[in-house]
């Protein structure tokens, strides 16, 4: 929560800063030629259903290839069909030489049947060709395809499920599916699981979405193995990046008139400007990029080769000429192409001076590599999660001397005067959310267990070791875990509620992050709000509707596992925050890591300590240096204008939350107690008494009658 040292802003409050251990393990290869996350992979390649959570640069794209050549020699798969999301993304699946660093057999795939290349797009005037090209490839014996999403989804319309029985199907970018039922990729997968013919490979750096649905059902997704590689483990194990910075800049007025407070022309940037539909948006996006390069100095020309805009810096900033890549001008589709080949273009790809900055709009995101990005700059909000990490994802990509990343959202400070506040309001939330969620991103796991439970094995409990009665909290580095004892901690039961504690309490958060009436409250509205409100109604709410097959007691476990990772994280982050500049210079470790120890170690840990704790408050705290005093105390007004009488589904959970209580205090909580959530709680079953007394009023023989 300390400031940033770019000289360009000093105003920039980044909501997490991180510092890498660098000790070079994810760049390592082994015998097979094989990376860290490649060989966790391999390991569970005889699985028929696998899912690979693992962030942008880790080596999605090769570990698939290892997986499928192995399915297609040694498990009997006929074929291989490679589902990308768009037709740039194919390219991470051209041919490799995978013998040359000793694994078994190579990647090629004949260019009549990388359909990422073919002409046409993937409207349905190109569909028909590409669709009769995937049953001609299910007719031949060639071994490998490579398609996008949507031709997938024509040709599987077309062809029926049953047409790929035997051969594998891996789903790149798999945060596209959804289990919405007018998500049609969605849909067909759940036939292929159903049928059980085909195996199915699913990747992907972000397995949530934006808008906050599941991208499977609960009984689908139990069938998946799944392989997790950790952003955490990723990071620590580069060679050369030291740190990343994460925040949000507000502006008022025009964005162009504030963007070189936070574009800094000394780095590689890649600029993403909003939406010609957003409120940040001039209506002109080809003027805003003119602008952004007259910002930026005088233009030279336009490199003959590359497209590219050579442009010089004022003589009191160097006076050197800067290549900026504009993926903007749609204009022309020839010019466009020119310089997409040109960022793409092989030979450049260790030449950190073959461009500078790229303004992009809509391009330039998932699946973009460029190692050499510094900085990524996005201007307007982003309702969408899964973007913005991909989004940081261009930026986190290691490369010779580059020993810093930032991601930065330039965003419209709400103006509460405007009769747009409360759209204004609602996008500030989602800034704020895309931070929180990053934080839990970037955060190492976290192995929960109650009181005394014992030491785990491989976990570093300090000079002293473990302790037994003491408060403990044990860290493996190499898997990027965290061992902490919680009292009163309940444990999960079932294997599935074992699985969801150990591998989506992420997207467990995400929902809880994504949710606006937990946001309002909690960021704006505090006075009013108690935490338990948020900790145990909210969350108690998310998670069963999320997980509606387990039991009370796993429903509770998967909550409170929840609650614990995203406060002891923020509470981790005020520690931080509190141990001022040199706390982020200790050494081993995140800094943000550093902050569970000490937060752990100041308190005696228990379950009931951690759902009193506000998961919003250090965000709150960096919103309250970021935002002018005068708006902000503006916004809380308006939220806690919006306060409503306790709802029907509110009341009833808080007359659960009631029932335990009674059970263990042996009495129920009293309407005038000093506690302020015994109070709530008492509140909460009277307006449920008020409900049930309407209910049955409006049942009785003329009870629906005005008198």
Same mark, same amino acid.
């Given at each position: ?14 909501? $997490? ?17 094989? &990376? ?82 073919? #002409? ?50 891996? /789903?790149?970018? !798999? ?14 997968? =759940? ?16 397995? !949530? ?52 407070? $936070? ?137 010779? =001397? ?18 747009? $506040? ?21 955060? #190492?796991?976290?192995? !929960? ?9 491989? !976990? ?23 061992? /902490? ?9 079932? #294997? ?25 409250? =909690? ?57 001022? #500049? ?13 902050? /569970? ?45 919006? &306060? ?11 007359a659960q939350r009631a029932l335990q209580f009674k059970q263990e205090r042996g009495r129920p909580p009293h309407i005038q107690a000093q506690d302020a959530w015994e109070r709530r709680m008492a509140e909460g079953v009277a307006a449920l008494a008020r409900f049930r007394a309407q209910q049955k009023a409006a049942a009785e023989p003329g009870g629906g009658n005005d008198a």
């Open positions: 929560m300390t400031a940033t040292d770019n000289p360009t802003n000093q105003y920039t409050v980044p909501s $997490v800063s991180i510092a890498t251990h660098r000790s070079g393990a994810s760049s390592k290869t082994n015998g097979l030629g094989m &990376r860290p996350m490649q060989e966790r992979a391999y390991a569970k390649r005889g699985e028929q259903y696998l899912l690979i959570k693992s962030p942008p640069a880790s080596g999605k794209s090769r570990a698939l290839m290892f997986i499928a050549l192995d399915k297609l020699h040694n498990q009997g798969l006929k074929q291989a069909i490679i589902v990308v999301p768009e037709r740039a993304i194919g390219g991470s699946f051209s041919d490799e030489p995978l013998s040359q660093s000793g694994f078994f057999w190579d990647w090629v795939v004949k260019p009549q049947w990388n359909l990422c290349n073919a #002409p046409g797009a993937d409207e349905i005037r190109f569909a028909r060709s590409k669709v009769r090209a995937v049953g001609d490839f299910l007719a031949s014996d060639d071994p490998l395809l490579i398609c996008t999403h949507a031709t997938f989804r024509f040709a599987v319309d077309d062809l029926g499920v049953e047409a790929f029985d035997g051969r594998l199907i891996a /789903v790149d970018e !798999f945060h596209h599916i959804s289990s919405h039922p007018d998500n049609r990729l969605g849909s067909q997968l =759940g036939q292929f699981m159903a049928r059980d013919q085909a195996h199915i490979v699913a990747m992907t750096g972000s397995y !949530f979405r934006g808008d906050a649905a599941a991208v499977l059902a609960p009984p689908d997704e139990a069938r998946f193995e799944t392989v997790t590689y950790t952003y955490y483990e990723q990071l620590n194990g580069y060679q050369y990046l030291k740190s990343l910075d994460i925040g949000y800049f507000f502006y008022t007025g025009r964005y162009l008139d504030a963007i070189m407070k $936070v574009l800094d022309p000394s780095l590689k940037t890649i600029v993403h400007i909003p939406n010609v539909n957003s409120r940040e948006s001039l209506k002109d996006k080809h003027k805003e990029v003119e602008e952004i390069m007259d910002a930026l100095g005088t233009w030279k020309g336009v490199d003959p080769v590359t497209g590219f805009h050579h442009i010089e810096r004022p003589a009191d900033q160097g006076g050197d000429i800067i290549k900026v890549a504009d993926l903007v001008d749609d204009g022309d589709p020839a010019k466009r192409s020119q310089v997409l080949a040109a960022l793409k273009d092989p030979r450049q790809r260790g030449n950190r001076d073959h461009v500078n900055v790229i303004i992009a709009l809509g391009m330039a995101k998932e699946g973009f590599d460029w190692i050499w990005c510094e900085h990524a700059l996005t201007i307007g909000y982003r309702s969408s999660l899964t973007e913005i990490v991909q989004i940081i994802g261009r930026a986190t990509r290691d490369a010779p =001397g580059k020993e810093r990343a930032r991601f930065t959202n330039l965003i419209a400070e709400p103006d509460a005067a405007e009769a747009t $506040v409360v759209e204004a309001i609602n996008d500030t939330l989602k800034a704020i959310a895309a931070s929180l969620l990053m934080e839990q991103v970037l955060a #190492p796991r976290f192995e !929960f267990t109650p009181k005394n439970a014992g030491p785990q094995a491989d !976990f570093d409990y300090g000079p002293d070791g473990y302790v037994a009665g003491g408060t403990n909290v044990g860290v493996n580095e190499s898997t990027g875990q965290y061992h /902490v004892e919680i009292g009163g901690l309940t444990m999960p039961k079932s #294997p599935e509620a074992t699985r969801i504690c150990r591998e989506d309490l992420n997207e467990v958060i995400t929902a809880f992050v994504q949710d606006k009436s937990a946001l309002e409250r =909690g960021l704006f509205d505090q006075e009013n709000t108690l935490p338990e409100e948020l900790t145990q109604l909210r969350m108690g709410k998310i998670v069963r509707e999320r997980y509606p097959e387990l039991s009370e007691t796993d429903q509770e476990a998967v909550r409170q596992h929840a609650v614990a990772t995203l406060n002891i994280t923020q509470q981790a982050k005020q520690q931080m925050a509190l141990a001022g #500049p040199a706390g982020s210079e200790d050494k081993g470790g995140m800094a943000l890591i550093q902050g /569970v120890r000490r937060f752990v170690n100041v308190r005696d840990l228990d379950i009931d300590l951690i759902d009193r704790i506000n998961p919003f408050e250090a965000a709150y705290a960096v919103l309250a240096k970021a935002m002018d005093e005068k708006t902000l105390r503006q916004v809380q007004t308006t939220i806690a204008a919006k &306060r409503v009488a306790i709802p029907y589904d509110e009341a009833r959970e808080l």
